[in-house]
């Protein structure tokens, strides 16, 4: 079974569309995270939650917005997509509260913006 | 300067090789080491995790911290075809809800 799954895995979509990305982990964590690593695979955390609470939310574009629905469940929407957007998403898990914090990851969603 | 420094590579080494991963950081507080993989195509899996200073084995994998030189390493011994993947280090400051910081990656091929 698939721990961290994120949905789509590839989109390709106009500059100026909206799209999301959705994530659903079955790990029973508390903790998911986005991340976006770039064409120089350059991996960065966007935000945090913990039970459905946001803690972690780096300097991104508001054009980015989290939601999650309940603690195994965080999605990714944009509004009006550009070029620079195109990169890998990545969801994650961890337990959460811990003494450390083991990632586990999704596949991820490739973004091509056009 | 990043927080956390990596050679992209790439590395090129025969099977069997011994290889020797590196990674230094600037920031004092980090005290969680981790090492991540990352195939063609896939999202990182943790390989190791290290707390503090010191060595932790693991089958051929040997990860080890330098915190005084703020220095950080993985070795592979016997490399093997399958090792070919991307190498994340990745560290945080202490516990609670705090992000991980990776470095770049190295991009490792080992060659039958």
């Known amino acids: 079974d698939t721990a961290v799954s994120q949905t789509p895995k590839y989109l390709v979509t106009q500059m100026g569309n909206d799209k999301s990305i959705k994530c659903e982990q079955n790990l029973g964590h508390d903790t998911m995270y986005w991340y976006k690593q770039d064409s120089k695979k350059f991996l960065k955390i966007m935000f945090s939650y913990n039970n459905k609470e946001l803690i972690i939310n780096e300097t991104v574009p508001n054009r980015f917005s989290p939601k999650s629905p309940d603690k195994a469940h965080l999605n990714l929407h944009i509004n009006s997509l550009e070029l620079g957007d195109s990169a890998v998403y990545f969801c994650?898990?961890?337990?959460?509260?811990?003494?450390?914090?083991?990632?586990?990851f999704g596949s991820g969603t490739q973004l091509s913006v056009l | 300067q990043k927080e956390v420094e990596q050679d992209p590579g790439p590395l090129s080494v025969p099977e069997g090789a011994i290889v020797s991963l590196n990674c230094t950081y600037s920031n004092s507080a980090f005290q969680y080491f981790m090492w991540y993989r990352q195939y063609s195509r896939k999202g990182p899996e943790l390989l190791m995790y290290?707390?503090?200073?010191g060595n932790k084995e693991d089958g051929r994998f040997t990860a080890q911290v330098d915190k005084s030189s703020k220095y950080i390493s993985l070795f592979i011994r016997d490399s093997q075809p399958s090792d070919s993947a991307t190498y994340l280090c990745a560290m945080s400051a202490s516990w609670g809800y705090q992000k991980v910081t990776f470095g770049i990656g190295t991009k490792l091929q080992v060659i039958p």
């Open positions: 994650a898990s961890s337990q959460g509260g811990s003494t450390n914090e083991k990632l586990f």
């Open positions: 290290t707390y503090s200073s």
